[in-house]
């Protein structure tokens, strides 16, 4: 992770394509699911670091699929918006990423 956020310093955004391409070399066990994949990358809008934080987990943790990834998301999205209220920054799906990633270290601990 520290090598990807080196390397993109000064980018925030990434292609479609080559979000999807890191994606499938770094998550084993999605490789044979491009759609989900795909639908991954939009919903997290090729943010570099939202992408990257996707990856870190489901490496880590072993999430099935994008689709159960993407499901976290959307759940941790409904937590953050009936505790605190939207946010209107963007990219619109970073809260959502991070605060999945923080339920993640808690339970770890």
Request: hydrophobic share 50%; aromatic share 10%; glycine share 6%.
């Amino acid at each position: 992770l520290a090598a990807v956020v080196h390397h993109f310093a000064f980018a925030t955004l990434i292609a479609e394509k080559e979000a999807c391409s890191w994606i499938k070399g770094k998550v084993l066990q999605w490789r044979g699911d491009a759609e989900g994949i795909l639908a991954l990358v939009r919903y997290l809008e090729c943010f570099l670091l939202a992408v990257a934080l996707a990856v870190a987990r489901a490496s880590s943790d072993k999430t099935v699929t994008p689709a159960m990834y993407l499901d976290a998301l959307r759940c941790a999205g409904s937590k953050r918006a009936n505790g605190r209220g939207t946010t209107y920054e963007n990219p619109y799906c970073f809260p959502d990423v991070v605060m999945l990633l923080l339920d993640t270290l808690l339970q770890s601990d």
